[in-house]
């Protein structure tokens, strides 16, 4: 399967071509709990993860709370 | 009943918990269930599938009664902070944000200025922003007038536990204030919590205190208690000090004096 590469989290990762968000999540084994995605710099909120189709050089960030004062 | 406005939130703790720098995850959670606080801090990170059991959302988003603050630190702009905060209220749902921007890891202390410009954008987007600031009451004043919700005054330098170095600067800071001030960062020790309280402080912020205790959750009971017992202090009216002895027995018409 053709792969793309996208920057996820700061690094380069390459993921199969035609992958959603949720396929990412999926992959990461983030699927289970409650992330933030950011995609160039917009918020995708859950409800458009499946639909929503990562390309070629895409920026992802996958957030999520930690501990902090 | 005596309760802590925050905008339109009703808090009957005036305890705030921060969430780093526990030994465990079960450690965090036993020190909130048994402070009985009702705000706790949360920070922002990136996903890492190593440490995927560190997400903090689920456990504390069970907790009754439990609000969460995102706050945004590791910003160091305005910007970051502000992308930093519609991050956090996606994944939180919380209309609170801790504002937190210190570009100098050196000392973390707070950039005003960058704070004043993320304040007046969350503020604008309704958010119900606290800042974390130096002891300033101009910059204090200022971002009343921006419409936050509180200002948080440092105590000291976060982590430090070099207590109330700032008492000077933050009573002023009460003075002049109409919102709730709240002392974040520096505490060491209860005591130091309940004289914040006495001073006229509506609320304390603590972490590393409690986090570090060998029992986290006993000294988090310890410092809820000394909270209340400087806010009951402090609305019972607490006496002036005096110059010289005043005393408190008769000084006349004992045993053989006239």
Do not use: W
Request: net charge negative.
């Amino acid at each position: 399967m053709p792969q793309i590469r996208i920057e996820l989290n700061g690094r380069q990762r390459e993921i199969p071509e035609g992958s959603t968000i949720q396929e990412l999540l999926s992959i990461e084994g983030a699927e289970r709990q409650q992330v933030a995605v950011v995609v160039n710099e917009r918020i995708i909120r859950p409800d458009g993860r499946a639909a929503c189709i990562l390309r070629q050089d895409d920026r992802v960030e996958l957030l999520v709370f930690a501990g902090g004062g | 009943m005596d309760q802590l406005q925050l905008g339109n939130h009703i808090l009957s703790s005036r305890l705030i918990l921060g969430t780093g720098k526990f030994s465990s995850t079960r450690a965090m959670l036993d020190a909130v269930r048994a402070s009985g606080t009702q705000l706790v801090t949360i920070a922002l990170r990136r996903f890492n599938r190593e440490q995927a059991e560190d997400d903090l959302f689920g456990p504390l988003s069970h907790i009754e009664g439990l609000t969460l603050m995102p706050n945004t630190s590791g910003a160091a702009t305005a910007r970051e902070a502000i992308r930093a905060a519609h991050i956090s209220r996606e994944l939180s749902g919380s209309p609170f944000i801790k504002v937190e921007i210190h570009p100098n890891p050196q000392h973390l202390m707070p950039d005003p200025i960058e704070t004043y410009e993320a304040c007046r954008v969350l503020v604008s987007e309704g958010f119900l922003v606290m800042p974390y600031i130096p002891a300033d009451p101009v910059l204090a004043k200022r971002l009343e007038d921006a419409g936050c919700v509180s200002v948080m005054p440092l105590g000291s330098a976060i982590g430090s536990g070099q207590g109330l170095s700032t008492a000077a600067m933050v009573s002023i800071i009460i003075r002049e204030s109409r919102i709730p001030v709240i002392v974040d960062a520096g505490l060491r020790s209860p005591s130091e919590a309940c004289a914040a309280m006495e001073m006229g402080c509506e609320a304390v912020l603590v972490n590393s205190a409690v986090a570090v205790a060998r029992d986290p959750a006993a000294m988090a009971v310890a410092f809820a208690r000394a909270v209340e017992a400087g806010r009951q202090a402090r609305q019972a009216g607490i006496m002036p000090k005096y110059g010289a002895a005043v005393a408190t027995s008769p000084l006349t018409s004992f045993l053989g004096n006239p």
